[in-house]
Structure formats: structure tokens, C-alpha cells
């Protein structure tokens, strides 16, 4: 079994290689997915380590499951194996899912640590959250929320969002994201009298 940092090493020439046999140019992918040319040029050579946020718009451009990239060979197996990517926060994300369009289901789990300062950002999509374990700050445009384990948030990822430990502690939940705005609809109350 590949450790972590053999895997991230691996991405960048699997980049290379899908971006030649897609014939596409980096300013080309930059404009598909919105990420830099220098970027994605530190992205092929090794330069620069993968994260969720860069891969994600890429699978979606080479219309792969996200494992392709990271390079999980495929075993006919219905199980999913996650590999597990770290975002610079130190935040671990597990895909849940294979599919590299439509909705995609992760499970985030952020470390006990001192309270990070907000930094939030924007992307194209809709996602749906739920906590399950710890107090989870979510930052969504002027709001400053907190959600306690059972409660879930959805909201428009065009809304500068941030997300954090709200108390230092650690805090685990899950996320569903649809690139391209699909909303999943979840019913609060039973509409039964």
C-alpha cells in the first residue's frame, strides 16, 4: 500500500498525462476550471501540493472520479477506500464517494488546535452539511454560526464560506456537494398531522 506523500507525488505526472491525452493547454484547463496556470503548472511538476479544492474542479474537467487522480486502481470492489487529503488548515477531508460529477459526499475532520482565523472563499455549487461530532463555526457571508452535533446547514458555495472549530476542540461532519447547484432537499418535519 502507497503511503500519503507517495500518493501526492504520483498526482502531479497523472495530471500531466490526462491534460495531454484530454490535448488541452494549461491556459486552457485554468479557464475550465478557474484555477491559475502557474498553479496548475506547480500542480504537474510537483511543485505544489494537491488539495480537494484544486482537485475537485479538475476531475470535474477530465470527468474522472476523484481516486483516478489521486490513483486508487480500480477492483471492481463496491467499497469505497477513501484517501484521505489534507487542506492546508491542517483539516482532513475522506471522499465518500467515486463519482466526479453530480453530487459528492466527504467527511471533514478538523483537529483540536487554536481557533483559526476566517478565511473564506467562493466556488461554483450547492453544498449540505451535517455534524457529527464537536461545535462546528460556520462562516457564511455576514453570518457567524455555530451548529452542535445533529444540526445541518445547506447553502449556495457562490456565498463567501469559511469553516472551523468553533471552540478549539475537534469536530467531525459530512458534506455533500453538487458542483454544478444541485440542491439536495431535506425534510425538517413530517408532514403527517
Not at 68 to 78: I, S
Not at 175 to 191: C, D, L, P, Y
Request: charged share 25%; aromatic share 6%.
Amino acid at each position: 500500500m502507497m503511503a500519503n506523500d507517495d500518493v501526492l507525488a504520483a498526482v502531479g505526472p497523472r495530471l500531466r498525462a490526462l491534460r495531454q491525452e484530454h490535448g488541452t493547454t494549461l491556459a486552457a484547463l485554468s479557464e475550465t476550471t478557474g484555477i491559475s496556470v502557474s498553479t496548475l503548472s506547480r500542480l504537474e511538476s510537483g511543485q505544489r501540493r494537491a488539495t480537494l479544492e484544486l482537485l475537485l474542479p479538475l476531475a470535474g474537467a477530465y470527468r474522472v472520479p476523484l481516486d483516478e487522480l489521486v490513483g486508487a486502481p480500480p477492483t471492481g470492489d463496491p467499497r469505497i477506500y477513501a484517501r484521505p487529503l489534507r487542506h492546508s488548515s491542517g483539516q482532513t477531508i475522506l471522499p465518500l464517494s467515486r463519482q466526479a460529477t453530480g453530487l459528492q459526499a466527504f467527511k471533514h475532520i478538523i483537529p483540536a488546535g487554536p481557533r483559526a482565523e476566517p478565511d473564506p472563499k467562493t466556488h461554483e455549487g450547492y453544498e449540505w452539511l451535517y455534524v457529527l461530532h464537536g461545535r462546528l463555526r460556520l462562516v457564511l457571508g455576514e453570518h457567524d454560526l455555530v451548529l452542535p452535533e445533529g444540526e445541518a446547514a445547506e447553502f449556495d458555495t457562490r456565498v463567501p464560506h469559511w469553516f472551523g472549530s468553533a471552540d478549539g476542540e475537534p469536530v467531525e461532519f459530512l458534506s455533500i456537494f453538487g458542483r454544478q447547484g444541485e440542491r439536495m432537499h431535506v425534510r425538517a418535519r413530517s408532514t403527517r398531522s
